[in-house]
Nanobody, 121 residues
């Protein structure tokens, strides 16, 4: 069984920083694209950042220049460094990944349980 486990959320003042981590565990053969989503109260889920297995990245415009997505393929872990945080970044952040569990498996999509990020003074 595969699990994605996020950590690193919390309460931070505007202008502060947080680093989210998401580790994929279990029987894993290969990890493809990894993503961070967020959902703020009353809003739809939003794709924040993606990173391919080769390290290519994409960001939603609202976080460009402030957030950095990275990954450690040896650890099957993706990170989201969030700097210059704003109150509008307050949301539950979810990790998402495409991965293959074994040679006989097909590519499937998995979600973490989410971690709360609150930006407030």
């Amino acid at each position: 069984q595969v699990q994605l486990v996020e950590s690193g959320g919390g309460l931070v003042q505007p202008g502060g920083s947080l680093r989210l981590s998401c580790a994929a565990s279990g029987s894993i053969f290969s990890v493809g694209i990894m993503r961070w989503y967020r959902r703020a109260p009353g809003n739809q889920r939003e794709l924040v950042a993606t990173i391919g297995s080769a390290g290519n990245t994409n960001y939603v415009d609202s976080v460009k220049g402030r957030f950095t997505i990275s990954r450690d393929n040896a650890k099957n872990t993706v990170y989201l460094q969030m700097n210059s945080l704003k109150p509008e970044d307050t949301a539950v952040y979810y990790c998402n990944a495409d991965l293959i569990r074994s040679l006989s498996d097909s590519l499937k999509n998995y979600w973490g349980q989410g971690t709360q990020v609150t930006v407030s003074s």
